[in-house]
């Protein structure tokens, strides 16, 4: 199973003072941050899209370009681009891009995003919202497979023996597809026979198997060798040395951002229960030590049959220092536990 950390680039706001920390600094701590995971041995890193105030990354692929130059190893991916406010052969000529400069390591995750500013910021509309993903989606798949394009779609003209430059380095761009709950995603993504990895950031986790299962089903009903199924999830996570000392001060860290977002979404206060519930057996946080966060990935690891596990660390903006702490017993201590029991 691969191990790996997913960020959104969230921006620290000092909950005194109200002071937003610059989107130049977090793009400094987070190659910082990147280069210690490639160091240890983490298998991926995925960077987010938001256009946002409270997040510094809008353009994914040009951090994973820099990253791309300061690391060796690590696999370099979005976590996600919103593919149905984009220009696709733009995204794939940027990806390639990246795989040119980091000799292989490139990838996209592809999903409808969590938050909706980009779609007036770029001119579509939100009634197009599953359609606009599908036939970009599609299009995306087109490049990737074909050195040749003709294509027609109903969102853009057409295209007509066109080729793409330049070409990534490996033989094609592995595309992942993230989804929450939606089960019209999840066929689509099993259908064409794409890794898909589940993003499971509230209630118990054992609520979504049966999307797995459907996933499983239609992967295998259309063709496509269960040995090449990939399957992951993205879940909320931070470590420490002492499980109840990281989860008393990764908590209002934690929930100021919950009730940021809440706040536009018409959510009730993000309580202590909720996180404490969170953290507990049947809960989607795993924030705690090294030996509880093992039992956990473990546990989801052989409850879903996973292929790949992404610890969704940066939520909140943790300090910088906890951030680099919280990566370095991720690597040291969680992955290589992870990776002998699963071998």
């Given at each position: ?11 620290h706001?000092?909950?005194k003072t ?37 997040y ?9 370009a820099?990253?791309?130059t300061?690391t ?10 919103v ?7 733009k995204l ?7 795989d ?6 490139a990838e ?14 770029f ?22 497979n ?6 027609r ?8 023996n066109?080729?793409v ?5 490996q ?5 992942w597809?993230a989804?929450?709950?939606t089960?019209?995603?999840?066929v ?5 026979g794409?890794p ?5 950031i ?13 996933y ?9 060798d269960?040995?090449?199924m ?29 009730n940021r977002i809440g706040?536009?979404?018409g ?28 039992d ?15 610890a ?8 910088h220092?906890d ?21």
């Amino acid at each position: 199973m691969e191990l790996g950390i997913g960020m959104f680039g969230d921006l620290h706001i000092d909950s005194k003072t109200g002071y937003t920390q610059t989107p130049q600094q977090r793009m400094s701590e987070i190659i910082e941050e990147v280069k210690l995971m490639d160091e240890i041995g983490l298998d991926f890193f995925g960077i987010g899209e938001h256009h946002r105030p409270d997040y510094a990354v809008s353009s994914p692929e040009i951090i994973l370009a820099a990253l791309s130059t300061v690391t060796k190893n690590i696999k370099l991916g979005s976590a996600v681009s919103v593919i149905s406010s984009t220009d696709p052969v733009k995204l794939y000529q940027d990806f390639a891009s990246v795989d040119n400069l980091s000799n292989g390591r490139a990838e996209i995750m592809a999903g409808r995003g969590s938050f909706i500013e980009s779609f007036p910021l770029f001119g579509y509309d939100l009634n197009d919202y599953d359609a606009l993903f599908d036939e970009k989606l599609r299009l995306l798949l087109d490049l990737n497979n074909n050195e040749v394009i003709n294509w027609r779609g109903n969102f853009r003209m057409p295209i007509i023996n066109q080729s793409v430059y330049p070409k990534p380095v490996q033989e094609k761009l592995p595309i992942w597809i993230a989804v929450g709950g939606t089960k019209s995603s999840i066929v689509r993504a099993a259908t064409l026979g794409l890794p898909i990895i589940f993003a499971i950031i509230g209630g118990n986790p054992a609520d979504f198997n049966y999307l797995f299962e459907i996933y499983k089903q239609v992967y295998i009903e259309n063709g496509h060798d269960i040995k090449t199924m990939q399957i992951g999830v993205h879940m909320h996570s931070f470590f420490g040395e002492d499980s109840e000392k990281v989860a008393e001060e990764y908590f209002p860290i934690y929930g100021a951002q919950m009730n940021r977002i809440g706040a536009s979404r018409g959510w009730p206060k993000y309580t202590k229960p909720q996180f404490d519930y969170g953290r507990s057996t049947n809960g989607h946080l795993i924030v705690g030590d090294a030996s509880l966060a093992v039992d956990r990935i473990l546990k989801y690891q052989e409850m879903f049959g996973l292929t790949r596990f992404s610890a969704h660390m940066d939520v909140g903006a943790p300090n910088h220092l906890d951030m680099m702490k919280s990566i370095e017993i991720f690597g040291k201590d969680i992955l290589p536990k992870v990776k002998e029991a699963t071998k």
